[in-house]
Each structure stands twice: as structure tokens, then as C-alpha cells.
Nanobody
Framework: QVQLVESGGGLVQAGGSLRLSCAASGSIFRINAMGWYRQAPGKQRELVAAVTSGGSTNYADSVKGRFTISRDNAKNTVYLQMNSLKPEDTAVYYC?????????????????WGQGTQVTVSS
């Protein structure tokens, strides 16, 4: 069983910063991609940023230059540093992992979502 534990959400004023963390635990040998999605009220869930095991990153245009994603492969943890936050960044942020390989060949999980953490940016 793979578990995802998210932390770091909260309330911040516009222009402020927050750092989200998501730690994956369980019988994990390797995780292909780790990332963050968000969903604002009345909107579809969207990709915010993702990072592969090799360090390649992908960002939504709306967060480029403000958010930075990173991961610690030894800790199976992904981070999202969010700077210059705007009210439109307000959403529930979900951790997402893809391609989780366990110690045995048959132990493969295609994807898993975290429970979400609320980020609220006040104007």
C-alpha cells in the first residue's frame, strides 16, 4: 500500500509564499513522476507542476516563474515552493504520483492521489 501525506497548505496574503510537501510511503523502489494538481471551486482539476525521477519538470503557464517543484528521491518526497501567490492560486492542491514501482516486478501502481490540502490566498 502506498500512502501520500501532504502538508503545508494554509492561508496567506497575496504576494506571500507557501511550501507544500508530499511524502510517499510504503514498499517503494522507484516513483516515475511526482506532481501537484489543483482544483478551484467550479473548475476542473489542472496540473500545476510535475517532476520526473530524472529531474525533468513541467509547469502550468500560470505558475511559471513563481512556483518551483523539486523532489527528494531518497525520501520519496515532492515539494512545491509557491512564491508571489495570487488570489487566483486559491484552490485545493492535490499531490499525484505516477508509476510507482515496488520491490517486486508485480508491485506496480499506475497512479495515486493525495487527499488534498487547501491553499487560500487573500487579496
Amino acid at each position: 500500500q502506498v500512502q501520500l501525506v501532504e502538508s503545508g497548505g494554509g492561508l496567506v496574503q497575496a504576494g506571500g509564499s507557501l511550501r507544500l510537501s508530499c511524502a510517499a510511503s510504503g514498499s517503494i523502489f522507484r516513483i516515475n513522476a511526482m506532481g501537484w494538481y489543483r482544483q478551484a471551486p467550479g473548475k476542473q482539476r489542472e496540473l500545476v507542476a510535475a517532476v520526473t525521477s530524472g529531474g525533468s519538470t513541467n509547469y502550468a503557464d500560470s505558475v511559471k516563474g513563481r512556483f518551483t517543484i523539486s523532489r527528494d528521491n531518497a525520501k520519496n518526497t515532492v515539494y512545491l515552493q509557491m512564491n508571489s501567490l495570487k488570489p487566483e492560486d486559491t484552490a485545493v492542491y492535490y499531490c499525484h504520483v505516477e508509476g510507482v514501482q515496488g520491490p517486486y516486478y508485480s508491485d506496480y501502481l499506475h497512479e495515486k492521489w493525495g487527499q488534498g490540502t487547501q491553499v487560500t490566498v487573500s487579496s
